[in-house]
Antibody, heavy 116, light 107 residues
Framework: QVQLVQSGAEVKKPGASVKVSCKTS????????MNWVRQAPGQGLEWMGR????????EYAQKFQDRVTMTRDTSISTAYMEVNSLRSDDTAVYYC?????????WGHGTLVTVSS | DIQMTQSPSSLSASVGDRLTITCRAS??????LNWYQQKPGKAPKVVIY???SLESGVPSRFSGSGSGTDFTLTISSLQPEDFATYYC?????????FGPGTTVDIK
C-alpha cells in the first residue's frame, strides 16, 4: 500500500532552517510529482511547490521561491523540503502529497514551530 | 494565480441533511477541480477529483458537479463522520490553489 512517512516535529528559532523528509513506499517514486502543502494553525491549505522525482525539476509558489528548496533521493524513495530564514509565521504543519490529478496520498504532516 | 472562493465558510447541519457547498474559480479551470475532506489533526483526504469523479472508497452520498468556474460538492444525507472541513482545489495550472474551506459542524 502507498505510504508517505514524514519526519518528526521540529522547534526552530527565527532565522534558522528546517529540513523535512517524506519517505515513500508502495509505489514507483519516480512516477509521480511530489508536492508540499502547509497549514498554519487554524488556517487553510497552501501549496508551496512540487518536485518531479524523476528529473529533479522543481517548481515553487512565488512566495516561497527564495526560501524553499525541494530535493529528492531516488535511491531511498524520499523527498525533502527545506525552508530557510524561518519566521514566526512559518509555524505550520507541513505535508508532502503525491499528485495524480489530485493530491491522492498525503503524509501525516510535520509540525514546525518557529519560536524564540 | 487562480483564486478559489467557497461558500458558505461554515454551516451547521443535522444528520440526514442534504448539504451543498459551492466553489468558484477566478477563471475557467475546465473540470480540474478536486474536493478534500479534513478532520482535526488529520491530513486532508480527496473525496472528489476532476469535478465529478468519486474517489475510490468514498461513500456514494458524496457527489460533485460543475465545470468552468462554478462547482458544487453535495452530500446527499449527512452522516456523523462527515462533520469536517471541506476544501476545493484547482489542478488546472500551477500554482495550485485551494479554497478557504467550509467547516461543517453539528447543529
Amino acid at each position: 500500500q502507498v505510504q508517505l512517512v514524514q519526519s518528526g516535529a521540529e522547534v526552530k528559532k527565527p532565522g534558522a532552517s528546517v529540513k523535512v523528509s517524506c519517505k515513500t513506499s508502495g509505489y514507483t517514486f519516480a512516477g509521480y510529482y511530489m508536492n508540499w502543502v502547509r497549514q498554519a494553525p487554524g488556517q487553510g491549505l497552501e501549496w508551496m511547490g512540487r518536485i518531479n522525482p524523476n528529473s529533479g525539476v522543481t517548481e515553487y509558489a512565488q512566495k516561497f521561491q527564495d526560501r524553499v528548496t525541494m530535493t529528492r533521493d531516488t535511491s531511498i524513495s524520499t523527498a525533502y523540503m527545506e525552508v530557510n530564514s524561518l519566521r514566526s509565521d512559518d509555524t505550520a504543519v507541513y505535508y508532502c502529497a503525491r499528485f495524480e490529478g489530485a493530491f491522492d496520498y498525503w503524509g501525516h504532516g510535520t509540525l514546525v514551530t518557529v519560536s524564540s | 494565480d487562480i483564486q478559489m472562493t467557497q461558500s458558505p465558510s461554515s454551516l451547521s447541519a443535522s444528520v440526514g441533511d442534504r448539504l451543498t457547498i459551492t466553489c468558484r474559480a477566478s477563471q475557467s479551470i475546465r473540470s480540474y477541480l478536486n474536493w478534500y475532506q479534513q478532520k482535526p489533526g488529520k491530513a486532508p483526504k480527496v473525496v472528489i477529483y476532476a469535478a465529478s469523479s468519486l474517489e475510490s472508497g468514498v461513500p456514494s452520498r458524496f457527489s460533485g458537479s460543475g465545470s468552468g468556474t462554478d462547482f458544487t460538492l453535495t452530500i446527499s444525507s449527512l452522516q456523523p463522520e462527515d462533520f469536517a472541513t471541506y476544501y476545493c482545489q484547482q489542478s488546472y495550472s500551477t500554482p495550485f490553489t485551494f479554497g478557504p474551506g467550509t467547516t461543517v459542524d453539528i447543529k
